[in-house]
């Protein structure tokens, strides 16, 4: 059982816009600690996606965004394309000292 | 560019200790950022091991603590991880990674799979 909650799947059409919730509590999420969110796709590390809740690193498209709110937080994926079927993770940090990551999201383009 | 390359052996019996190196390239370990282990078990999702701060001190996960030591060799520029009583439970794939300040991980390995067998 994860500490940070998301759907275990995820999909949509070409072109289409999907979002992943990442649901926390008061202890990570709900405690001001940033979400980072990564995408990995099969058979390979994962990619830092998006940082400090909102951020992209260079070179991550601006399809790709970020949001938080009280104890959850969203990944949107707008303008969906075949490239983007992977598995997605949102992590943070826990008032228990530790580094908490999600479940995962298997997103796939239908 | 920083990049990160784990290395150990593949293969782990039942009860003994599982010990991994990660070289650093592209930059300085002793420069500064946490540097940390995180796992994935086949199938399964992201674990973090624990991390270690370019002066030396250790953070380690809870469930794990008990059983994990983390250390620095500033002068190969590398870090390592050491964890033991191993069953078949900690199989997975481990990749180290570059860990700032907010915790994030912004430089991954490629991850190095270890199976616990006998």
């Known amino acids: 059982q994860s500490v940070l909650t998301q759907p275990p799947s995820v999909s949509g059409a070409p072109g289409q816009r999907v979002t992943i919730s990442c649901t926390g509590s008061s202890s990570n999420i709900g405690a001001g600690y940033d979400v980072h969110w990564y995408q990995q796709l099969p058979g390979t590390a994962p990619k830092l996606l998006i940082y400090g809740n909102s951020n992209r690193p260079s070179g991550v498209p601006d399809r790709f965004s970020g949001s938080k709110s009280g104890t959850s937080a969203s990944l949107a994926i707008t303008g969906l394309q075949a490239e983007d079927e992977a598995d997605y993770y949102c992590?943070?940090?826990?008032?228990?000292?530790?580094?908490?990551f999600g479940g995962g999201t298997k997103l796939t383009v239908l | 560019q920083v990049q990160l390359q784990e290395s150990g052996p593949g293969l782990v019996k039942p009860s003994e200790t599982l010990s991994l190196t990660c070289a650093v390239s592209g930059y300085s370990i002793s420069s500064g950022y946490y540097w940390g282990w995180i796992r994935q078990p086949p199938g399964k999702g992201l674990e973090w091991i624990g991390s270690?701060?370019?002066?030396?001190?250790?953070y380690y996960n809870p469930s794990l603590k008990s059983r994990v030591t983390i250390s620095v060799d500033t002068s190969k520029n590398q870090f390592s991880l050491k964890l033991s009583s191993v069953t078949a439970a900690d199989t997975a794939v481990y990749y180290c990674?570059?860990?700032?300040?907010?915790?994030?991980?912004?430089?991954w390995g490629q991850g190095t799979l270890v199976t616990v067998s006998s």
């Open positions: 270690i701060y370019h002066s030396g001190s250790t």
């Open positions: 990674a570059r860990e700032e300040a907010t915790r994030v991980h912004d430089y």
């Open positions: 992590q943070s940090y826990d008032s228990s000292l530790k580094v908490v």
